[in-house]
């Protein structure tokens, strides 16, 4: 469900400014077919609380705790997704070089089955492309713009991949809040 232009353009501006000033923004190493190598984008993770660490290609993060703007754009995506959300892992773009690969967020600690994650994007516009798993000919793209809020539901994640590629024209940065729920706290 792509629901562009939520936040209005003021605000949004504003909370992009926020966002890349007040959060810890971490240059992280990771292990890539069995390779150290440099994540080619900043991420930090937020959660209710310590318990809730999040642990992803090879290496594990503790959380922050929740900052305001942070909560702000988490009460809003709560309200319109209709889910709630006790972690998020959030990703600065710093230019278009800056990218993510084609993984799906499938990890057991959200569940089984069902459940929803949600996005809220900030910042230069980036495509946000689906890849069908049993065909790979079969993408969407969604081109997530300032204030645009994306919510991924059912079992999209069992079926889809996605990625935000590389895009050699775009110069200016985006901050991506992607929010999900925890429900086997004891597998982190
Ligand atoms: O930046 C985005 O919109 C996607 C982020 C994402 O897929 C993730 O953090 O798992
Ligand atoms: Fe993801």
């Given at each position: 469900m792509y629901l562009p232009a939520i936040f209005p353009a003021r605000q949004s501006v504003a909370l992009y400014h926020s966002l890349q000033e007040t959060v810890e923004w971490q240059a992280r190493e990771v292990t890539v077919m069995g390779r150290r190598v440099m994540q080619p984008r900043l991420v930090a993770y937020m959660a209710d609380?310590?318990?809730?660490s999040y642990t992803y290609s090879g290496s594990s993060m503790a959380p922050l705790s929740w900052n305001e703007p942070v909560l702000k754009i988490k009460e809003r995506v709560e309200e319109l997704s209709g889910a709630t959300f006790n972690s998020c892992l959030l990703n600065f773009y710093r230019s278009g070089n800056d990218h993510l690969s084609f993984h799906s967020d499938n990890e057991s600690l959200y569940g089984s089955g069902s459940y929803t994650i949600a996005s809220a994007s900030f910042g230069s516009a980036r495509d946000f492309i689906l890849r069908c798993n049993i065909d790979h000919s079969n993408k969407v793209s969604y081109p997530l713009g300032c204030g645009d809020v994306l919510v991924m539901k059912g079992t999209l994640q069992q079926h889809w991949m996605h990625a935000v590629p590389r895009r050699k024209r775009v110069s200016g940065g985006r901050i991506s809040l992607t929010f999900r729920q925890i429900v086997h706290p004891e597998l982190c």
């Open positions: 609380h310590a318990g809730l």
